[in-house]
Nanobody
Framework: QVQLVESGGGLVQAGGSLRLSCAAS????????MGWYRQAPGKPRELVAT???????VYADSVKGRFTISRDDAKNTVYLQMSSLKPEDTAVYYC?????????????WGRGTQVTVSS
């Protein structure tokens, strides 16, 4: 089995910063793309940022220049450094990873971590 566990969410004032972490564990051979998504109440889940195994990154326009995605392959962990936070960044943040295990390849999701930005 493979598990993704997010951490680092919380309540922060507008203009503040948070760092999210997502650690993958289990029967992992390798991890390709990793990413962060978010879902605000009443809205569909949307992409925030992704990072490939080679380190190439993609960001949603709404977070460019404010968020930075990174990964530590030795720890099977992806990070999201969030700065200059805005109330509209309030959402549940989910991590996602393309996992290759001994029995096959699949996408895995974490359970999410709440980020609330107060004005």
């Amino acid at each position: 089995q493979v598990q993704l566990v997010e951490s680092g969410g919380g309540l922060v004032q507008a203009g503040g910063s948070l760092r999210l972490s997502c650690a993958a564990s289990g029967s992992i051979v390798s991890i390709n793309d990793m990413g962060w998504y978010r879902q605000a109440p009443g809205k569909p889940r949307e992409l925030v940022a992704t990072i490939t195994g080679a380190g190439h990154t993609v960001y949603a326009d709404s977070v460019k220049g404010r968020f930075t995605i990174s990964r530590d392959d030795a720890k099977n962990t992806v990070y999201l450094q969030m700065s200059s936070l805005k109330p509209e960044d309030t959402a549940v943040y989910y991590c996602n990873a393309d996992i290759r295990s001994s029995w096959g390849s699949f996408k895995s999701w974490g359970r999410g971590t709440q980020v609330t930005v107060s004005s």
